[in-house]
């Protein structure tokens, strides 16, 4: 098994445009969430999704948008880049919403000027 | 809404020497306690969960913790470190139902040779 993939690893984007960070898990988990990861602000949740066809809002939604048409992959949609989204993000899956170990992917470094 | 609080924010010992990460939250119902670690540059992987029963948890590479429902707290702790503990330390916590996990801030640990 893979576990949890992201792409792309890294990326820069400047002000206003978009783009779409890839996610996929081969372990069947209906539950896949999104975060971002900022120095001293811990992870926060910015999308989740119960399984295919249902998402929900995280804690900072703002400017991204989902959506998970099957159960194995849950992309991140940047509308229109800001600096402010200059972060480190995380896509996590799991077997239960709560009460599950999330198994993470690597990560992808983006950097918004 | 649950929430969780990592007390320090960076914690350096001595290589061999006993470490206590601190975490503390707030729920008003009983809850689901995780302790995930970050290596650098990577994603964060489980090191022990509480769901229920026994009070005291062990994880891997010697990591325990002890859940405290009365002072409400889910402390880390590893009787001996090693340089290769050397890392980012999250606590989460997560409520039965469909309420997603919520990380403190982290702790950084750096171990000292």
């Known amino acids: 098994n893979a576990g949890v993939t992201q792409t792309p690893k890294f990326q820069v984007l400047k002000t206003g445009q978009s783009m779409t960070l890839q996610c996929a898990q081969d372990m069947n988990h209906e539950y896949m969430s999104w975060y971002r990861q900022d120095p001293g602000m811990g992870l926060r949740l910015i999308h989740y999704s119960v399984g295919a066809g249902i998402t929900d809002q995280g804690e900072v939604p703002n400017g991204y948008n989902v959506s998970r048409s099957t159960t194995e992959d849950f992309p991140l949609r940047l509308l229109s880049a800001a600096p402010s989204q200059t972060s480190v993000y995380f896509c996590a899956s799991s077997y239960a919403l709560t009460g599950g170990e999330q198994y993470f992917g690597p990560g992808t470094r983006l950097t918004v000027t | 809404a649950q929430s969780v609080t990592q007390l320090d924010s960076q914690v350096p010992v001595f290589e061999e020497a006993p470490v206590e990460l601190r975490c503390n939250y707030s729920s008003s119902v009983s809850v689901y306690l995780f302790w995930y670690v970050q290596y650098p540059n990577q994603g964060l992987q489980l090191l022990l969960k509480y769901l229920s029963g026994s009070t005291l948890v062990k994880g891997i590479n010697g990591f325990e913790a002890e859940f405290n429902k009365s002072q409400t707290s889910f402390h880390l702790r590893k009787p001996s470190v090693h340089i290769s503990d050397t890392a980012e330390y999250f606590c989460?916590?997560?409520?039965?139902?469909?309420?997603?996990?919520?990380f403190g801030k982290g702790t950084r640990l750096s171990v000292i040779a």
């Open positions: 989460a916590v997560s409520e039965p139902g469909n309420t997603p996990l919520v």
